[in-house]
């Protein structure tokens, strides 16, 4: 049946609807939210013993997060170290406007620090949890930011919560790790929080760089852009954040390759209308329209290889970067190469989502073919989940090494990695599963 798809909106409208969007959680604060005013893990296809979920190590629900410091206490920025013009980085005022970053106040850059303000006391519960909240949070369909820690524990954590609240600073297994995600872009990123050893803070500037959440670390002030995970003002102007192995996948998807995993729950400490729809419903649209809601760069590249709102599932190796179009790959099981790393990238049309693994076994590189709802090596005929775990065959038991990725749409990827190039279907060798 035929859809009308909405013309474009004007850019002041899409301001004003975002800031609209995002005011609810700068106004909705409850008394017990946060006081904050101002190594590589693997994605397996098997559930943690039974003993992990619930145990002593992983309670039920429990409470997570990291202590963060008060505002006051957080340096401001060092705004003579730039890598890009101070003008390029507008901040969200929240009132349907904008202010760039060479116009503001030291006052004003305090004041809007947080106005979406992260989670700092996440709490885990089991699917089904009465204590999950909403129960129209995670439908099957609905959209979750996965993460597996280094212990084998997964990790959910709902889109429809981190739509209000873009940070979480947490640490899993020993390690301290930073989940991201910006409503302007879709992108959801996982990054080590540690830095030459240095274990970082991360909060919201509420500014963008060519639309594009800006995060700061409480230790220093420095800004840090989103997907590309740089500082781009500050001490640490030109440093990177390690991006870990995650994915974005429908709640079905996560929950049928991970039944043990732990949720973030609804009870965040903030009232906020999780359950009531997107409130960036239509804005993709927007976006492939070329319709942005703030000013981007003087530099973006503007780069038509792929609409701008194109779901891509970005990988960088060796600094070498690949995208591939989720939209337009749909169900598929793609068999590639980056950087001299042998990849298998599953696809799947719902979502849009996608995985990576290396596709090395005890030093043989296997090439894989859809089977059914998994994959299958034609080495071996082993066969696989699409979490990269061999369940028969030969190889049963094994687990392909997750690779990173950044999932977002492609005009933020492609301004944060310029030199990208972008997987061709139609010139590669290529598997769909069907659609």
Known sequence: MPTTRPGPLPIRSIIVAIGAAVLVTACNETSDGPANDGPATAETGEAPDEATAGSADHPVPHEGGVPLPAGTDVPLPDLDTADVPLEDIVFNTFDGSFLRLSDATSQRIVELRDRIPPIERPRYVLPGDDDLGDDDLVDDDDLVLGYVATDGQPYAFPIAILNFHEIINDEFAGEPVLITYCPLCRSGIVYDRTLDGDELTFGNTSALFDNDLVMYDHQTGSFWWHVAGRALVGERAGRSLTPLPSSMATWDEWLGRHPDTLVLSSDTGFDRPYGRGDPFAGYQDAVDDGHRGFPGADASRQDDRLRDGEDVLGIVLDDEARAYPLRQLGDAVINDELADTPLVVVSRAAGPSG???????????????????????EQTGSQWTRGGRAIDGPLEGSQLDAIPVRSSFWFAFVASFPDTDVFDAEASDHQETGR
Not at 360 to 377: E, H, S
Request: proline share 0%; no cysteine.
């Open 355 to 377: 995985v990576a693994f290396d596709r090395r076994v005890d030093g043989q590189t296997l090439t894989f073919a859809a089977d059914g709802d998994g994959i299958v090596d």
